[in-house]
């Protein structure tokens, strides 16, 4: 009986593997980095760099690792793309469509955002230091954990966004606007600028990262907390 039922483990195991391998090897075939940019496209981690795809359709392309550094997706169509752990340094995706577009991961130093529309998005662990995201439409999405030290986000739409635990350093949300409340749970308020922003929606805020913040007089702010004695930041009045 042992001998038998270790015959028949060994047979499962062996057409385990075997599916296993041509699972492998059809995923692989799957990827072709020489493809046009069409909607579904398998990108994985190919090297898109330097290129100017603006205006393509990219939505609900596997763009998983792919390398777009400094290169143009301007107007372009990433709905529910998966751009997860991509490299999209010094890249343009202003104007673009990113709806429920996933960006977890991605290293986005000095990118442009501008006007994007990303509803539902999701940013979780980006590295975005100094990126634009101004006038983006970026209702509930998720910056849980992200780099966004000096990050821009004027007049933009972040009603719903998540910022928990995010790096705030630097960041300008003066002009933000919100109909949703925003969670800033932890997240790093050093000189973030906030200056007329209303905050009192907000959830998530605690003194100590107010006392860290750049605030004025017009900053509203949620019940029980209070102005520091400090604001304006000096660096204001320079």
């Not at 496209?41 to 763009?63: P, Y």
């Not at 975005?128 to 780099?147: C, G, H, P, Y």
């Not at 000096?150 to 003066?174: E, M």
């Not at 990262?209 to 304006?232: F, I, K, V, Y």
């Amino acid at each position: 009986m042992t001998l038998r039922r270790t015959r028949a483990y060994g047979a499962s195991g062996l057409v385990l593997a075997v599916c296993t391998v041509f699972a492998w090897q059809n995923a692989t075939a799957a990827h072709n980095c020489h493809a046009a940019a069409t909607p579904g496209v398998n990108w994985h981690e190919c090297d898109k760099k330097l290129l100017i795809l603006e205006g393509q359709d990219l939505s609900g392309a596997n763009l998983f690792g792919v390398d777009f550094t400094s290169t143009d997706l301007r107007n372009s169509n990433l709905l529910a793309a998966n751009l997860e752990k991509a490299t999209l340094v010094r890249a343009s995706l202003a104007d673009s469509t990113a709806k429920g577009a996933r960006f977890d991961r991605i290293e986005a130093y000095r990118t442009d955002f501008s006007r994007m529309d990303a509803q539902g998005a999701v940013f979780a662990s980006a590295e975005m230091q100094r990126s634009n995201f101004q006038d983006a439409n970026l209702t509930n999405v998720d910056f849980t954990k992200a780099e966004l030290g000096r990050a821009q986000f004027h007049d933009a739409d972040i009603s719903g966004s998540r910022f928990s635990f995010a790096n705030l350093a630097r960041a300008d949300f003066r002009g933000a606007t919100f109909t949703a409340p925003i969670d800033f749970d932890r997240a790093f308020f050093f000189l973030t600028r906030i200056e007329g922003v209303d905050l009192s929606n907000s959830a998530g805020l605690s003194q100590w990262q107010l006392n860290m913040a750049c605030g004025d007089a017009r900053t509203e702010l949620p019940s029980g907390l209070t102005r520091p004695e400090d604001w304006p930041c000096q660096f204001q009045q320079e």
